[in-house]
Each structure stands twice: as C-alpha cells, then as structure tokens.
C-alpha cells in the first residue's frame, strides 16, 4: 500500500452523473494530443498517440498570471457540471482547475506545478487503463501500485508520487481536479 493515498468508492448516482459528464464531453472540442507541442502532452508521451485529446478547465498560471482556460472560456458549463458532481463525490476537495483526458495512455511522471492533492476519476466503456502510483522500494528501485480509478477515485500530491496510466481499450475518460 501506499500511504497519503485516499480512495472515495463512485456511488451509482455519481457514475450517472459522469454518464452526463461524457455526453456534455462528446459535444466539446478537445484539441487532439497527437504532435502537440504542449508541455503536459510532451511529459507524459501523449504527443505520440494519435487518438488522446486533453484540456484543461477553469484557471490556468501563464508567466505569473492565473487566468481562466481557453477550454473554460469556450465551454464554460464543463465546470458547472465538473463542481456539481465533485460536491457530491467529494464536497470537501478544493480544485480550480480540472484536466481532461480522453483515450490518454500516460508515462511515468510528477506533477510538480500542482499544488497539493490531485484527485483522479475514470469512466467510459473501457478495460485496463489502470493508473499506477510508485512507491520508491529499500533498494532504490520503484514498485508499482495499481489503482482502478473508474470503481473508486484517487487522491494523492502528484508532484511527490510518480505516476502512470495503463493500456486500456475501448474509450476512456479521465478527469483530474488540482488547486
Ligand atoms: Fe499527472
């Protein structure tokens, strides 16, 4: 186990509520990852993968301003929808920002700009894709965790976990709400 790790089960009114959250999604424009030179994508080898699409939603630091996303500014009800469902999943987590990822396979990485925990939640028609924290082991080498995030969400500080996403098929969503 790892500790610093919290687990919240997805209760069937939640997982109705993601239901509603990808359909509102399939209606979105989500730019492609595929060749994007965007640092996120770079850093966890989206830029490789033809068929991943990610954003980001509500504020965004650029130099030394927080302002809000281009996503935010375009598809403003993602949030309202995003908020709805993190007051009955999980009222007491503070974000101002939710990244999405759809059909994304991650390499191993930290998170270190966010600030605290980062929550994570999966659905959509898909298997595998689980999500792997690393725990670093007595020898030096690091063991792998294996969560399924679309049965309960994680929550952890990314920018001291490493972490990863698996080979999954089907079509997969993920969502994950920072400071
Ligand atoms: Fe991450």
């Not at 359909?23 to 490789?48: Q, W």
């Amino acid at each position: 186990m790892i500790t610093n790790v919290k687990q919240r089960p997805i209760t069937k009114k939640q997982k109705q509520m993601l239901e509603d959250i990808q359909a509102e999604l399939d209606l979105c424009y989500i730019p492609t990852s595929f060749g994007a030179v965007r640092h996120h994508c770079v850093k966890t080898n989206t830029h490789t993968q033809k068929g991943a699409r990610q954003d980001v939603v509500g504020t965004v630091v650029i130099g030394s301003t927080r302002t809000q996303s281009a996503c935010q500014k375009r598809h403003p009800q993602l949030m309202r929808l995003f908020k709805k469902f993190m007051k009955d999943h999980a009222p007491e987590f503070k974000f101002r920002t939710v990244y999405i990822n759809i059909d994304t396979m991650c390499d191993a990485h930290f998170d270190h700009k966010n600030s605290g925990e980062s929550l994570l939640i999966g659905f959509g028609d898909y298997s595998g894709g689980e999500t792997w924290l690393f725990k670093m082991q007595a020898d030096g080498s690091m063991k792998p965790y294996q969560y399924d995030i679309s049965k309960k969400s994680i929550s952890f500080d990314g920018s001291k976990i490493m972490h990863s996403s698996q080979k999954f098929t089907g079509k997969r969503y993920s969502l994950v709400f920072f400071q």
